[in-house]
């Protein structure tokens, strides 16, 4: 009898634990993208922010719809970068910003190859402005989200390089440690305050600023790392973490603090950006749209109501199979060390 009890006992732990670690990897990775969200809803005028606080919840959960979505479909990996420096050296003169003329220049399949985020976040401002027109609460509320995820993306130095894993200089894994190792274990401590959204009369040109930035500091994000691990001990540099019952390799405290301090606010601005970029798309869908009265969405939607087969769909292809394209590794800060 006594041996039953241990037994369940140490069933129900394992049970417990292994719960918690697919929680915590569920949120891990997605941490910046549900924080940038939620909090670009404060920025919003006094017109929309009713709305958007009734759904805070929607548009933080869905943050992440849009990495859910690669594995559904092939075309959904480039919308989340852009390889500028594929095509020759900064401030990228040479890439026409409108998409005709991209496409004239370069070919439609070359820029699919390296990313065509800057575009495809036009074409969500655009779709985002036809739901306002239509009032169409649901369709406000999922493009909200993914409007949030994409931009959030661009400000990411690593979505805007070839190198956006440190492949090509032997630093594979910082793309990870960059975007979600960092803001997980210091984000709680960033000042968040942004201000208020702002109408922005020229998306193009804005969304271009913003991937120009972020190539910026690419240089840190790169040759800092690189110089921190020939002064780092080696055997200091990584650590192995285990929850539930996986045993996980990532990048240790020790390293991680250093790398911040190198970095200064770097993660904080951009995240900050990201927020305020956010609020200010939303804000500017809505204006463009006329600005629509939003009391007659003023009812939290329910989150199942809203785009329950889609929500379906994202689930079981995730379930089933492998990330089409290239492969996003903000799922866990520790995925692709090795
Ligand atoms: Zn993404």
């Not at 990228?92 to 976040?121: C, H, S």
């Not at 240790?252 to 995240?271: C, H, I, P």
């Not at 927020?275 to 804000?283: E, K, M």
């Not at 007659?296 to 379906?312: I, P």
Request: proline share 4%.
């Amino acid at each position: 009898m006594k041996k039953t009890n241990t037994f369940l006992v140490v069933a129900l732990l394992l049970f417990c634990g292994s719960l918690a670690y697919f929680q915590a990897a569920k949120a891990w990775g997605f941490w910046a993208h549900s924080r940038i969200n939620r909090l670009a809803v404060f920025t919003l005028p006094p017109e929309m922010i009713g709305f958007y606080k009734k759904n805070i919840e929607y548009v933080t959960e869905h943050a992440v719809d849009p990495d859910k979505r690669r594995y559904a479909s092939e075309d959904e990996a480039p919308r989340h970068y852009i390889d500028v420096d594929h095509y020759g050296e900064y401030p990228f003169d040479m890439m026409p910003r409108k998409w005709e003329d991209a496409v004239a220049k370069y070919t439609e399949d070359t820029l699919q190859a390296f990313g065509i985020a800057p575009w495809n976040m036009e074409i969500v401002l655009k779709r985002l402005t036809k739901a306002f027109e239509n009032c169409d609460e649901k369709r406000i509320l999922r493009l909200s989200a993914e409007m949030g995820h994409y931009i959030g993306d661009g400000h990411v130095p690593l979505h805007t390089t070839e190198n956006y894993n440190g492949q090509m200089t032997n630093q594979k894994g910082i793309h990870g440690f960059w975007e979600s190792r960092l803001p997980e274990l210091y984000g709680d401590n960033y000042d968040y305050w942004v201000g208020k959204a702002k109408y922005i009369a020229n998306p193009s040109d804005y969304i271009w600023d913003f991937i120009l930035e972020s190539h910026v500091a690419l240089d840190t994000v790169l040759l800092g790392e690189a110089e921190l691990t020939k002064k780092f001990p080696s055997d200091q540099k990584y650590s192995y973490e285990t929850r539930g019952q996986t045993t996980t390799k990532t990048y240790s405290e020790g390293f991680s603090k250093a790398y911040d301090n190198l970095l200064g606010d770097m993660v904080e601005r951009r995240m900050k950006k990201a927020i305020i970029s956010v609020g200010s798309f939303w804000t500017t869908a809505w204006i463009n749209a006329g600005q629509p009265d939003l009391s007659c969405l003023n009812e939290a939607v329910e989150l199942a109501e809203v785009d329950k087969e889609e929500e379906e769909r994202l689930k079981k292809a995730k379930a089933e199979g492998k990330q089409k394209g290239r492969k996003h590794d903000n799922e866990g800060s520790n995925l692709s060390i090795d």
